[in-house]
């Protein structure tokens, strides 16, 4: 009986307790400890991504290891390229060939991560924040791209040693020369998208990649 009697005035006292410390704590705080709260259904779906526009699918499609390597880099470049509002922009990209005479040691370096800073302003040499048709390219002394002002001139053919030589009406870009070998308009997002032999980025941006080793790291 005695033992009976202790075990309920515990109880009791848990109770007024409890009932205290409801009372005397704020709703926000009582609302807080002493429910629980319904967990999250287990159904719920995920958002799909994004739909890919035309020109990202085009170079997705045709210049995979340019986009994976190099343009996906920049979130600036993929914002440009992504834009819904018709504003239009302006991406150079490289062919398989033009990616795959980088050589396999500059390819590793762009997957690097310790090099993702160099990558990302590579990236934006190739990508412009609006259309530049390649009649405006050849009428034009330069284009403004992310990163800087890429020179932009006129290819010639004949001569010796680029003495000589005839306009041929095509255009070359960067302190290279490399030229346009094809453009491609899209309707859906007024962008532009022109490929180029080479790399429209200056050679000095591979002297940055590997300068931040990992200690003991190769």
Same mark, same amino acid.
């Given at each position: 009986?005695?033992?009976?009697?202790?075990?309920?005035?515990?109880?009791?006292?848990?109770?007024?307790?409890?009932?205290?410390?409801?009372?005397?704590?704020?709703?926000?705080?009582?609302? %807080?400890?002493?429910?629980?709260?319904?967990?999250?259904?287990?159904?719920?779906?995920?958002?799909?991504?994004?739909?890919?526009?035309?020109?990202?699918?085009?170079?997705?499609?045709?210049?995979?290891?340019?986009?994976?390597?190099?343009?996906?880099?920049?979130?600036?470049?993929?914002?440009?390229? %992504?834009?819904?509002?018709?504003?239009?922009?302006?991406?150079?990209?490289?062919?398989?060939?033009?990616?795959?005479?980088?050589?396999?040691?500059?390819?590793?370096?762009?997957?690097?991560?310790?090099?993702?800073?160099?990558?990302?302003?590579?990236?934006?040499?190739?990508?412009?924040?609006?259309?530049?048709?390649?009649?405006?390219?050849?009428?034009?002394?330069?284009?403004?791209?992310?990163?800087?002002?890429?020179?932009?001139?006129?290819?010639?053919? @004949?001569?010796?040693?680029?003495?000589?030589?005839?306009?041929?009406?095509?255009?070359?870009?960067?302190?290279?020369?490399?030229?346009?070998?094809?453009?491609?308009?899209?309707?859906?997002?007024?962008?532009?998208?022109?490929?180029?032999?080479?790399?429209?980025?200056?050679?000095?941006?591979? %002297?940055?990649?590997?300068?931040?080793?990992?200690? @003991?790291?190769?």
């Amino acid at each position: 009986m005695v033992k009976s009697f202790h075990i309920a005035a515990l109880l009791m006292s848990a109770a007024t307790t409890y009932s205290f410390q409801a009372d005397i704590l704020p709703k926000a705080y009582s609302s %807080r400890y002493f429910k629980i709260s319904p967990l999250s259904s287990s159904t719920e779906e995920t958002p799909a991504p994004p739909k890919r526009n035309d020109a990202e699918n085009f170079i997705t499609e045709s210049y995979p290891t340019f986009f994976t390597k190099i343009l996906s880099a920049s979130g600036a470049a993929l914002k440009a390229l %992504r834009k819904d509002d018709k504003g239009g922009f302006t991406i150079f990209v490289l062919g398989e060939s033009a990616m795959q005479s980088l050589g396999e040691k500059r390819l590793g370096q762009l997957e690097d991560v310790r090099n993702g800073e160099t990558t990302e302003k590579i990236a934006e040499y190739y990508t412009v924040m609006e259309p530049v048709t390649a009649t405006e390219l050849y009428e034009s002394g330069g284009v403004i791209t992310i990163a800087r002002v890429v020179p932009v001139g006129r290819s010639k053919s @004949g001569g010796m040693f680029g003495i000589g030589g005839k306009e041929d009406g095509g255009v070359t870009i960067g302190s290279a020369g490399v030229k346009v070998v094809k453009s491609v308009s899209f309707d859906d997002t007024n962008g532009i998208v022109h490929e180029v032999d080479g790399q429209i980025n200056p050679e000095l941006m591979w %002297r940055y990649m590997d300068q931040l080793r990992i200690p @003991g790291s190769s």
